[in-house]
């Protein structure tokens, strides 16, 4: 299965009926990485049928509350259904203390352990496991803010089940073939890993940046990305708007997306305040025309 | 307008997509209340299109999440609306806290002023205007939890057009009649109030039960309602899983319905564990027949 996103909300800080506020899934083949976690998150995670314990780990963005109000109702939801695995939560400082004094006020003891893990600065190795490699990037805006770099991790190559046969490869040497050695055969001869498996397929990479002004700080550490996920609160018309509450046009996603290399730009995080979303895709596309909604409910394959 | 109750969720723990957390609005002419304030309870206010800003005090039973974990949510959406007038949130000790720190971690200086006034016991008056009066209930929970009795004020006598007429009563005596007083005229005859103005409608009471196990110390606050909202999490074939929670069944919430001498019955809180909510009429009927489920998005006048 392919490195995949779900927009769960695409929102910005009033929640209407129609647009959700800040959370996306990052799926793989056997783990789910929740990033922000906007009110009633959790619904909308029953409403797309997903399996929400195999979320082990949970990347907050920052402390303003469209992004992560809907943490502590979607933990407590974990615990009614009697997880037992531990949970990861990467964020700022500040947010263990609020979910902690809620459930103690509360007076619930968790069915399972929690893991807060305090995002510091950018360029760190947040998260890594066989599937991602996880790490943060710079946001600016008005509160610490971090972005998310999710890097799908090498797999292993694809043996060539014709070439085997036809070089006599022995089953104990397929694991290292698989890795990418050369085979030395029984007489000494070396045969060239390439005549053995297919050629690798490139990871690829999905960066997350909500919310944030236009900042080409970011360019030094964002590379050029399959996938990039870019707020555009605004368009042109409310840039002084924009840069007070620091946050980004549809132009300034897409100069970030043009300049980076990206190959795809997802735009989000909408003000409610435009009636139409289709404005955000004309003001971004004249820039970087393989621009996007990011529409609640959808998935996007990483790379395709 | 008569006092009214709109149901906006009456699930219990686990939200679903059919069934809201805790939250009722309490509508009179003037002012709207806000009982308890389950996840999404801003989602649900916004699709009955209740204008939120006519919301000044708000009740929250108990520090269980269900009933609570919307309103840092609400909070900032009338901030980010513009909200200049007063909120007045009571709550059990805890949530200021909470609140507090959620703003503050975000940097947020909220655009009008937050005043938590804590419960400390039951049969205290809360709050007091021109339409309520509102007293705390005990109930009986895993941690403090109290109900809230909504009582209306005595509204002034109405006044019989016909006979200030006939008795020529001057318009300045006018007033001190709808009070109820008689009117003495130039001759210094009394004329009886009951002659100037018609039968006096009496005060309704509302009385909002959630979350408590079955509990007899109850009946000794609780008036004659002619509206009473009774939790019943669960029904009688779960009773073991009832006293263990501290909850009700619904035939708990009939015996109170009837012991106490309510007019009408509404249950909620319902777990989501039971696919009808018809079994839970058929458990209360029998005990106390005006029973009825409340149903999220009706509005029940209190009285009718």
Known sequence: MPLSVLILGSGSALPTLNSNQSAQLVETESELYL???????????RRRKVRIQRINHIFISHLHGDHFFGLVGLMSTLHLLGRTKDLHIHAPKGLEEIIRIQFRDAGSH??????????????????????????????????PTFGFLFKEQQKDRK?????LKEYKVPNF?????????????????????EKLSFPLEAPVQYAYCSDTAYSEELLQLLPEV?????????????????SKTYHST??????????????????????????????????????FPDSYIAEEGERYIVGA
Chains 1, 2 share one sequence.
């Open 110 to 143: 968790l069915s399972y352990q929690t893991f807060f893990h305090e995002m510091n600065g950018s360029n760190q190795l947040i998260h890594e496991d066989k599937n991602v490699q996880v790490r943060s990037l710079p946001l600016k805006h008005r509160i």
């Open 250 to 287: 549809a132009k300034d996603a897409a100069r970030i997306a043009n300049l980076s290399g990206a190959k795809k730009l997802l735009l989000g995080h909408f003000s409610n305040r435009y009636k139409s979303r289709e404005s955000f895709l004309k003001e971004a596309r004249p820039i």
């Open 159 to 163: 043996l060539d089940p014709e070439a």
């Open 173 to 193: 040497a397929r694991k290292a073939i698989s890795k990418g050695e050369d085979y030395t055969n029984e007489e000494g001869k070396v045969i060239a890993n």
């Open 35 to 45: 990033i922000d976690c906007g009110e009633g998150t959790q619904i909308e995670l």
């Open 226 to 242: 399959e996938l990039l996920y870019h707020e555009s609160t605004f368009l042109e018309k409310d840039r002084e708007r924009a």
